[in-house]
């Protein structure tokens, strides 16, 4: 029997209708765990071997905290907090990098990640419009190469090729992203990132296992827990860097921009290309009211990788798990549940969710 045979068949999420015909389907995974790593609900396979993408950001950011490189290279929190983005190639964004790199006696032409369009629209049409060509500094993920390449010069390795598995940082990148997800090393495979750096793929609860990790730090951090380990004090830190600076982890009118800034330090989310998401929440009577012995985390997969059905359902399983204000919820809204209009601004159809999950208590 092939592995495929022996996974649980991924269920629709959500259905898209034209009128009263069913037009699309999306089907998806999610599951919800508390800091202990126990599994509190589920929907379709927990265990499916998930490319977190660009929502592994995070655990490679911490990687790169704990070679001292920010030290070494004077790097702030917002730079911190651009290590974990994926951003839209505003000015703001492109100039942190730079300065990230000058701080890391680097250059542009260090950086082993290439020009792509913009994820912002707005900046696309300025882009067109200024007849612009984007180099490195433009990518959506400069900010996480910037601090790889603080990472090298921190642990005295070559700039060349920090980008390759073999490298030092890379191997301690590795090492990191298992550990922190509580796997053995050979238990995360990897593949090459748009960007040209490795990605890890792992079971799709180690997601939100990561996740309830971040937002645990952070509870301890307010606590003022004593003797606090140095990696929960490096993921406290992750954690405040980004959710102080949401507009650096994502951007004018993003997703997990507009998330993080409503919650106001609630939760962290963030988004991985190919529809993964993950979000951590920190302890509070809503995650108990859930089962959860502390923070939660929350990690979902759309199988065909589409962007509008992601967001749509993350909000959704927002609401589904009461998480957060009605208000707070409603500044996804545009994601939610936006209009179907043609170009005629007639509306056409709607997006039902039929999402159930299982409770594991």
Same mark, same amino acid.
């Given at each position: 029997m092939s592995r495929s045979e022996l996974q649980p068949a991924a269920p629709v999420a959500a259905t898209i209708y034209r009128g009263e015909s069913v037009e699309n389907t999306h089907l998806a995974h999610v599951v919800v765990v508390d800091a202990d790593g126990r599994l509190l609900y589920s929907f379709g396979d927990a265990a499916r071997i998930t490319l977190a993408r660009s929502a592994a950001k995070p655990a490679q950011a911490l990687a790169v905290l704990e070679t001292g490189a920010l030290e070494h290279c004077g790097f702030d929190e917002a730079d911190l907090a651009l290590m974990c983005a994926s951003h839209s190639s505003e000015p703001r964004h492109i100039e942190r990098t730079r300065a990230m790199l000058a701080k890391a006696q680097a250059s542009e032409a260090d950086l082993r990640c290439g020009g792509h369009p913009p994820l912002s629209d707005a900046v696309y049409v300025d882009w067109i419009r200024r007849g612009f060509t984007p180099t490195g500094v433009c990518s959506n993920c400069s900010g996480k190469h910037a601090g790889m390449l603080a990472g090298a010069r921190s642990i005295g390795a070559a700039l060349a090729g920090y980008e390759l598995p073999a490298h030092p940082l890379q191997v301690r990148v590795k090492q990191?992203? &298992?550990?922190?997800?509580?796997?053995?090393?050979?238990?995360?495979?990897?593949?090459?990132?748009?960007?040209?750096?490795?990605?890890?793929?792992?079971?799709?609860?180690?997601? &939100?296992?990561?996740?309830?990790? #971040? /937002? =645990? /730090?952070?509870?301890?951090?307010? =606590?003022?827990? =004593?003797?606090?380990?140095?990696?929960? =004090?490096? #993921?406290?830190?992750i954690y405040r860097a980004m959710t102080s600076y949401p507009e650096l982890v994502g951007g004018e009118g993003r997703f997990c921009t507009l998330l993080m800034r409503a919650f106001g330090g609630a939760l962290v989310g963030k988004v991985? /290309?190919?529809?993964?998401?993950?979000?951590?929440?920190?302890?509070?009577?809503?995650?108990?009211?859930?089962? /959860?012995?502390?923070?939660?985390?929350?990690? #979902?997969?759309?199988?065909?990788?589409?962007?509008a059905a992601l967001y749509a359902v993350t909000a959704q399983l927002l609401a589904v798990l009461d998480i957060g204000t009605p208000e707070q919820r409603a500044t996804l809204d545009g994601f939610h549940a936006p209009k179907r209009l043609n170009t005629m601004g007639v509306e056409i159809g709607r997006m039902d969710f039929s999402i159930e999950l299982a409770a594991h208590r």
């Open positions: 990191t992203v &298992a550990s922190v997800c509580d796997l053995p090393d050979d238990g995360v495979q990897w593949a090459i990132d748009g960007c040209n750096l490795p990605t890890p793929a792992f079971p799709l609860d180690r997601l &939100a296992r990561l996740f309830a990790k #971040l /937002a =645990a /730090a952070q509870d301890r951090h307010e =606590a003022g827990a =004593a003797a606090t380990p140095p990696r929960t =004090a490096a #993921l406290a830190r991985g /290309a190919d529809g993964s998401y993950a979000i951590g929440v920190r302890a509070s009577r809503q995650t108990a009211r859930l089962g /959860a012995k502390g923070a939660l985390g929350i990690a #979902l997969k759309i199988e065909d990788g589409n962007a």
